[in-house]
């Protein structure tokens, strides 16, 4: 019997590769915001002949939310995968941020992923041994200048996932994580938004966030790592009987995490601190 699995960001990323990837062995449910993007997935979808069940989804949308899982519901009786996976990246040093910005990453980041959940709990435990896989980052376990508030939005997704492994363990059903490094999707492009204040002049910040984008900028010059990597990953996950709680995925993750759980964070707060400001202090 195919897995019924429910991934939410199929526009393009890790969302669009892993429903493609997964729709050889699964009934996958592709969500995505609008038309536009609904066209670009099912063209993918025609040239590799697959099929997938795609549908809008917004997940800062109650009501879209309600009639995926209703649909889901009416179709196949159960869900046994929800991959939660739409989100995005906001740049910006935390006083160039304007409050809407930041509520508005987390009702996609956070809330979203919540709402989602939520509304599918009912038809996950329909199954015999259900899955969420909640799309992390390594940013959800080191913090670094000028992504405060994405940082916070993938603390509180860790935070979330953890406390929510417990409550379902009655249940029978696995909570995972999956924390990327960099990797080579929209994150860094069309799904990376900047704060407005970055643009300001007059900002105390305004000549250390033009070098981080700079630097931004010709770390993707140098090219990031394949994002196939990550999808295979959640292949695996998806098709594991006993799945970890937490997969950590790129080099760079791995040597963040290393320095960051290996050092007493005095040190490693020294460290990062006069690596940055050496940075930042460059003509």
């Known amino acids: 019997m195919k897995p019924i699995v429910l991934i939410t960001g199929c526009s393009s990323g890790f969302g669009m590769l892993t429903a493609l990837e997964l729709a050889a062995t ?18 993918h979808c025609s040239h590799q002949q697959l099929n997938i069940d795609i549908q809008y989804c917004d997940v800062t949308d109650p009501e879209s939310i309600q009639k ?13 995968v929800l991959i939660n996976n739409a989100g995005y990246g906001l740049g910006g040093y935390f006083e160039d941020l304007e409050d809407s910005e930041i509520r508005d990453l987390f009702n996609t980041n956070v809330f979203g992923l919540q709402r989602v959940t939520k509304a599918v709990l009912p038809l996950l435990r329909q199954s015999k ?60 492009s069309s799904n990376l938004r900047f704060a407005k204040g970055m643009k300001n002049p007059q900002s105390p910040y305004y000549s250390y966030s033009q070098k981080a984008m700079k630097k931004l900028n010709g770390m993707i010059q140098k090219g990031l790592a394949d994002p196939k990597k990550v999808t295979q990953l959640i292949v695996k996950v998806v098709f594991k009987k006993k799945p970890k709680t937490r997969y950590l ?14 050092l007493p964070f005095e040190w490693y707060k020294k460290i990062v601190g006069a690596l940055y400001l050496k940075l930042m202090h460059k003509s």
């Open 26 to 43: 699964c009934h996958v449910i592709a969500t995505v915001r609008n038309k536009e993007k609904e066209r670009d997935l099912f063209n």
């Open 68 to 80: 995926v899982a209703e649909h889901i519901e009416t179709s196949y009786k159960r869900l046994d």
């Open 249 to 262: 995925i790129g080099w760079d993750a791995y040597v963040r995490l290393y320095l960051r759980r290996l």
């Open 129 to 188: 041994s259900a899955k969420i896989i909640n799309l992390s980052s390594i940013a959800g376990l080191t913090a670094s200048p000028c992504i405060s508030a994405y940082n916070a939005s993938k603390w509180a997704v860790e935070g979330f996932s953890e406390a929510l492994l417990f409550e379902l363990l009655p249940f029978n059903i696995d909570v995972v994580l999956v924390e990327p490094g960099q990797f080579n999707t929209k994150i860094f």
